[in-house]
């Protein structure tokens, strides 16, 4: 015997009241799958933080020698290097923030640890200050000490929404 229902017949009509056409099926599971999506998304945002492994502040100031006077050089910079900041995760440590000083000013705004203008990892930092000349050579304008990690006497505690820094460094002897 020839089965007699034709192609467009409605699945309810098939004899079977509880099974549900392709394309309300189709809708129940694009519903129940944005609806999870949608809990994941605000499950990652409330729970998940940003993301970053350390907490983050903008840091903003102005770089001159002690005696108010601008750094000379093609291009300055200030850098905030980490010293007891700790990461729950052992492979991953804090990285150093930098900011380019306006060299007719002595300013600093957007300071940089990832992503430009992320800020600066809050915490205990050393600070460096660097003079480049147009070829991207130390100028010797900054004292040797107030470039590197390992000798800078500067220090300094960032923390949520701290005024702007003064960073002063002497000039170097014979300038």
């Not at 945002?45 to 093609?74: A, N, Q, R, W």
């Not at 492979?91 to 430009?116: C, L, M, N, Y």
Request: aromatic share 6%; charged share 25%; hydrophobic share 30%.
């Amino acid at each position: 015997m020839r089965n007699t229902k034709s192609r467009g017949q409605n699945f309810m009509q098939s004899g079977n009241p509880n099974r549900k056409s392709p394309a309300i099926r189709f809708a129940m599971g694009r519903n129940l799958l944005a609806g999870w999506s949608l809990g994941l998304g605000v499950l990652c945002t409330l729970g998940c933080g940003s993301g970053e492994p350390f907490d983050m502040t903008p840091v903003s100031g102005k770089v001159t020698y002690e005696d108010g006077s601008l750094i000379p050089g093609h291009r300055v910079e200030v850098r905030f290097v980490p010293q007891d900041v700790k990461s729950e995760d052992p492979k991953v440590s804090p990285r150093f923030a930098g900011a380019e000083v306006d060299v007719a000013t002595g300013e600093f705004i957007e300071s940089t640890t990832h992503t430009w203008g992320d800020g600066v990892i809050v915490g205990r930092h050393k600070v460096l200050v660097r003079s480049f000349d147009q070829n991207e050579r130390p100028t010797g304008a900054v004292p040797r000490e107030y470039t590197d990690e390992r000798d800078t006497p500067l220090e300094m505690d960032i923390t949520y929404g701290m005024d702007p820094v003064e960073i002063q460094v002497p000039k170097p002897k014979g300038k």
